[in-house]
């Protein structure tokens, strides 16, 4: 069983900066794509940032020169450094794990999520 633990939200001021940890538990950690998504009130969840196994990364237009996602594969945690704050910003952060599967497609698993809030 896979478990996720996000770590880092708090509150920021705008043009502030936040690192989110997403550390996992279990051995398939490193063959695994790990995608941030994010949710604010009355809106529907969005992709933000992902990084698959091979280090390769793709993001949402939104945030594009502003955050940056990585991993640490001897550590099992993906990181997502926040610059450039903006209110619009403010959302739940989630991270999730997509394990491949043996006869294709994947598995989803999601951590608990963290709250990001810009505000001055």
């Known amino acids: 069983q896979v478990q996720l633990v996000e770590s880092g939200g708090g509150l920021v001021q705008p043009g502030g900066s936040l690192r989110l940890s997403c550390a996992a538990s279990g051995y398939i950690f490193r063959i695994s794509a790990v995608s941030w998504h994010r949710q604010a009130p009355g809106e529907e969840r969005e992709l933000v940032a992902t990084i698959n196994s091979g280090g390769s990364t793709n993001y949402a237009e939104s945030v594009k020169g502003r955050f940056s996602i990585s991993r640490d594969n001897a550590k099992n945690t993906v990181y997502l450094q926040m610059n450039s704050l903006k209110p619009e910003d403010t959302a739940v952060y989630y991270c999730?794990?997509?394990?491949?599967?043996?006869?294709?497609?994947?598995?989803?698993?999601w951590g608990q999520g963290t709250q990001v809030t810009v505000s001055s």
């Open positions: 999730c794990l997509q394990r491949p599967l043996p006869l294709g497609g994947k598995n989803d698993y």
